[in-house]
């Protein structure tokens, strides 16, 4: 692509407002780590040129965190990135929080879309780059679809990147202060996961919402169908016959130059998830499964929305205020979810069912055991 400017004046000339928009934007293309994994998109590699002067590129700093994201039990990467702290992360407001590229390309960046923060949000930044995740995007290349198959696969690997970046913030001792926020009753959200575990197997889309617990992870079928190869680029979630296909997984990886796996690495555990039979494997840093918040969108005709991995709750709805004086807030909130999770689990036609089953479930969810549904 050739542009020819007529304003000698405009910004869009000037050689250092080109270098940092390139850095911004391709960031991963500038850094050595990224190497190895965007050798297989680009494999005659990708060099900048501004006014004849090639863009210097560099490595991570010493204090830099790697991480790596593989697929069921392939033993090359899907995707590479790192987390830092300290001045460099410091340096420049605009690079600071974790960011997602594709292809090279940053997409996301900041804390928000991730899920998770650390005590000082300012002082740790990141990148993560995640080539599958091209087939995710949306038409104008600025955000990732978050419904259906695809959007799917988006949050498969943002959960499994969402828990070892709270994994390695605890680690740091970055993880911070619970916030005073009004959320359901863990006992609502308790029922809520048992339902969503219930469902994954018939309703794969929802194993992206299902909290991870020690000794186990969560099956995603997201594989072609039968007879089918996956498209160029798509992560294809398989496994061999007889086998159900993993989410994404994720570990820790040494700073310095990727080296190749030994023959007895198979299949990684996620950072923070205990290996089985290993019951003094550490810890899982936090709660990354389904969660329930409220918000007041009185301009929003819709009861609930979901976000990430959050299922906002419309407070300003006449049926909330409804149900909530009739004191049957738990079953709206449960409607909600249902609704809200749907344009995930299924396509529209099969909408109306998957609410059906939904509630069925969380009804029987709530008699089990003698516990009542709501507080």
Wanted: aromatic share 6%.
């Amino acid at each position: 692509m050739r542009l020819r400017l007529q304003n000698a004046l405009s910004p869009l000339i000037d050689a250092g407002f080109l270098e940092n928009t390139l850095r911004r934007h391709f960031q991963p293309l500038f850094e050595t780590d990224f190497d190895r994994i965007m050798s297989r998109v680009y494999p005659n590699g990708v060099r900048f040129v501004v006014n004849e002067r090639p863009l210097a590129r560099r490595d991570a700093g010493p204090d830099a965190a790697s991480l790596a994201v593989r697929v069921g039990r392939q033993r090359t990467p899907s995707a590479v990135g790192y987390l830092e702290r300290g001045p460099a992360a410091l340096s420049s407001e605009e690079l600071r929080g974790v960011a997602v590229s594709t292809c090279g390309k940053v997409i996301k960046r900041g804390w928000d879309w991730l899920g998770v923060a650390p005590a000082e949000p300012g002082a740790v930044a990141g990148l993560i780059e995640v080539p599958a995740l091209t087939e995710c995007l949306t038409l104008n290349k600025a955000e990732f679809i978050k419904t259906g198959p695809r959007g799917a696969i988006y949050l498969a690997f943002r959960k499994v990147i969402q828990e070892a970046v709270a994994a390695q913030l605890a680690d740091w001792g970055e993880t911070p202060a619970p916030r005073p926020k009004r959320g359901a009753p863990r006992q609502l959200e308790r029922d809520l996961q048992s339902v969503l575990d219930e469902l994954a197997g018939d309703f794969p889309l929802l194993a992206t919402l299902v909290e991870r617990h020690g000794g186990g992870q969560r099956r995603l079928p997201l594989g072609a169908a039968a007879g089918t190869a996956p498209a160029a680029g798509v992560v294809a979630l398989g496994a061999t016959p007889g086998e159900a296909p993993t989410q994404p997984t994720a570990e820790p990886l040494p700073h310095g130059p990727a080296q190749p796996p030994a023959e007895h690495e198979r299949e990684p555990h996620s950072r923070g998830t205990a290996v089985p039979g290993n019951p003094l494997g550490p810890k899982r840093p936090g709660h990354h499964g389904l969660r329930i918040q409220f918000e007041s969108r009185p301009d929003d005709g819709q009861l609930g929305r979901l976000v990430e991995s959050t299922v906002w709750v419309n407070t300003a709805h006449p049926a909330y205020g409804r149900a909530t004086a009739a004191r049957a807030d738990a079953y709206h909130v449960a409607l909600t979810v249902a609704m809200a999770l749907a344009p995930l689990a299924v396509e529209p036609v099969d909408a109306h069912g998957f609410i059906t089953a939904f509630l069925t479930s969380w009804g029987e969810t709530g008699g089990r055991n003698g516990r009542p549904v709501a507080p």
